[in-house]
Nanobody
């Protein structure tokens, strides 16, 4: 069982920045593809970004490219999401997720491919 704990959410004005963190409890953290998802009220959960086991490959939702950066520190068993130039439409609950033995291709964007989830952290961007 892997426990994921997110932190760093909050209220920020449009154009501002936030940095989310997600700490994992597993000793084999470096074997997991990690992702950030978000879910706004009344909407489906969508992937924001993902990062492969070594950190050498990253993926992004088109609407956040150039504004968000995902990274990981395998020694600290932690991933990060740096969010810059935030917009009101980024408002959502953000979830960290872990996928074990994720195959290559587009599987990174499918929530069903992720085995473990954090409890979520609220991000609110005011206009």
């Amino acid at each position: 069982q892997v426990q994921l704990v997110e932190s760093g959410g909050g209220l920020v004005q449009a154009g501002g920045s936030l940095r989310l963190s997600c700490a994992a409890s597993t000793r084999i953290f470096s074997q997991y593809t990690m992702g950030w998802f978000r879910q706004a009220p009344g909407q489906e959960r969508e992937v924001v970004a993902a990062i492969r086991e070594s950190g050498s490959t990253t993926y992004y939702l088109d609407s956040v490219k150039g504004r968000f950066t995902i990274s990981r520190d395998n020694a600290k068993k932690t991933i990060y999401l740096q969010m810059n130039n935030l917009k009101p439409e980024d408002t959502a609950v953000y979830y960290c997720a872990a996928a074990f033995d994720l195959q290559s291709g587009n599987g990174w964007s499918n929530p069903r491919n992720y085995n473990y989830w954090g409890q979520g952290t609220q991000v609110t961007v005011s206009s």
